[in-house]
């Protein structure tokens, strides 16, 4: 997975900074050294979001990859165990 630059923090103040501040969006981008179809993406993932939903989305997303993990090792011992049990028929 590709690391990234910036926390969601940094990110949230980066989008309230170009929405506040009044200048084109390519100038504001720039300034922040961001491009601006990463900026356009922010905004349409942490848009209207403070800093407490976005550590809420972080903790569910992190949660969710922890539980898809579990799913796949059950799925994986269930199939070993099915194999298991045709080959002994």
């Keep these: 997975m590709k690391k990234t630059r910036h926390t969601t923090e940094q990110i949230i103040r980066i989008l309230r900074e170009i929405e506040g501040s009044g200048q084109r969006v390519e100038d504001a981008c720039r300034a922040h050294e961001i ?3 990463t900026y356009f ?7 209207g979001m403070d800093l407490k939903e976005a550590q809420r989305l972080r903790d569910l997303e992190r949660e969710n990859t922890e539980l ?3 799913l ?4 994986l011992k269930a199939r070993a165990l ?5 080959k002994n028929l």
């Design 35 to 37: 491009s601006t179809p």
């Design 72 to 75: 796949a090792e059950q799925m």
């Design 68 to 70: 898809k993990k579990l």
């Design 41 to 47: 993406r922010w905004k349409a993932k942490y848009g």
């Design 82 to 86: 099915e194999i298991a049990l045709e």
